[in-house]
Every structure is written in structure tokens, then in C-alpha cells.
T-cell receptor, first 112, second 109 residues
Framework: NAGVTQTPKFRVLKTGQSMTLLCAQD?????MYWYRQDPGMGLRLIHY???????AKGEVPDGYNVSRLKKQNFLLGLESAAPSQTSVYFC???????????FGPGTRLTVL | SQQGEEDPQALSIQEGENATMNCSYK?????LQWYRQNSGRGLVHLIL?????REKHSGRLRVTLDTSKKSSSLLITASRAADTASYFC?????????FGKGNQVVVIP
């Protein structure tokens, strides 16, 4: 099993550009999460999903959108990137909500 | 704030020594988890302790939870160079998992 995978691994954007980060899991988990990790800030929850077709806002949702059209995939979109969105983005999934989470390797995004 | 806070922020020890980290939080929780993150990698779950448990072991890891003091500790015994990583506590409550800022541990061979 691949677990949780994320694409791309690295990306550089210019301010105002858009992009989509893809997260895929092969563990048949209902719950999926997007976090961002900034130096000295720990992980902060952006959006999450409790099942196919559902999404919910986390702690820092502004500037991001998400979609969960298939159970195994959770997409994170940036419609108009800003330098403040420079960060490392992690996707995670879990079998039980807020129990053990399984993380992907991360996407390092730089917005110039 | 539910978010856990680890202490100390950074720890440097010799291989073979024990490493102890603490996590404090402010609100009631369902469970508390510890994760490890190696440089440039994703987080890896280490251990979960539920609010009705006081101590849990997993290999060289020992976790305690004191809900009256709203604190937890993670003990790594007989540390190895491979234990060099950042360690995060995460508290479960209010329908989400809240992570602390992390604790950098360096094990010197």
C-alpha cells in the first residue's frame, strides 16, 4: 500500500496564479485533512472532509478551496496565490475522525 | 486554546540516554497523540492515549497523561541517533486534532 501520496512535491508560483494540490489515499479512510506547516507555528488545519462529497472549514480556510469528489482523493486549490501562502502543505487521512492520522510526504509551495 | 504546547522546545542528548518531553493543554480532550517528523518528511504517528488512560507503552516509548494537570509526557528510552527528529503532541477535541509547535530532539552518536 502506498498510504497517503501528494502531488506535486515542490511548486513555485507567482502571486495571483492558481494551482491544485492532489492528495490520494489507498486505505479506504473516510476522513481526510489538509494542513499547512510554517516555521514556529506547528500544523494548522485548513479544511477537512468527513466523507465523499463533504468538506468543512478548519482553522485557516481563507484563500483555499477543497473538493472530495472521490473517497480516495482530496484536492486543495489556491485560486489566487499570495506570498502568505508560502508553506509546506500536508495531507492526512484517518479511519476515525481525530484518531490516528496518516500523513503524506508534503508539498513545499513557494509564492513569489 | 486546545492546542498542545511542548516543553522543552529543543533537546540535545547523547545516544543511549533517555529523552523526556512534556505537553500541556488547556481544554478537555478525547485523546492525546504524539507524532514524529524527520527533517523534510511527513508526520508519523507514534502513540495515542485516551482521556481515561494514564500510561501507555510502545517499544521504547512511554506516554503518560494527567488530565487533572492537563499534561502529558513522552519518554524515549535508550535513545538512538535515528530518534533525531521533531516531536509533536496533538490533542483531540472540539471535532478536530490540534497540534503543538513541536519539540526538536537531537541525539548525538
Amino acid at each position: 500500500n502506498a498510504g497517503v501520496t501528494q502531488t506535486p512535491k515542490f511548486r513555485v508560483l507567482k502571486t495571483g496564479q492558481s494551482m491544485t494540490l492532489l492528495c490520494a489515499q489507498d486505505m479506504n479512510h473516510e476522513y481526510m485533512y489538509w494542513y499547512r506547516q510554517d516555521p514556529g507555528m506547528g500544523l494548522r488545519l485548513i479544511h477537512y472532509s468527513v466523507g465523499e462529497g463533504t468538506t468543512a472549514k478548519g482553522e485557516v480556510p481563507d484563500g483555499y478551496n477543497v473538493s472530495r469528489l472521490k473517497k480516495q482523493n482530496f484536492l486543495l486549490g489556491l485560486e489566487s496565490a499570495a506570498p502568505s501562502q508560502t508553506s509546506v502543505y500536508f495531507c492526512a487521512s484517518s479511519y476515525v475522525h481525530t484518531d490516528t492520522q496518516y500523513f503524506g510526504p508534503g508539498t513545499r509551495l513557494t509564492v513569489l | 486554546s486546545q492546542q498542545g504546547e511542548e516543553d522543552p522546545q529543543a533537546l540535545s542528548i547523547q545516544e543511549g540516554e533517555n529523552a523526556t518531553m512534556n505537553c500541556s493543554y488547556k481544554t478537555s480532550i478525547n485523546n492525546l497523540q504524539w507524532y514524529r517528523q524527520n527533517s523534510g518528511r511527513g508526520l508519523v504517528h507514534l502513540i495515542l492515549i485516551r482521556s481515561n488512560e494514564r500510561e501507555k507503552h510502545s517499544g521504547r516509548l512511554r506516554v503518560t497523561l494527567d488530565t487533572s494537570k492537563k499534561s502529558s509526557s513522552l519518554l524515549i528510552t535508550a535513545s538512538r541517533a535515528a530518534d533525531t527528529a521533531s516531536y509533536f503532541c496533538a490533542t483531540s477535541g472540539n471535532n478536530r486534532l490540534a497540534f503543538g509547535k513541536g519539540n526538536q530532539v537531537v541525539v548525538i552518536p
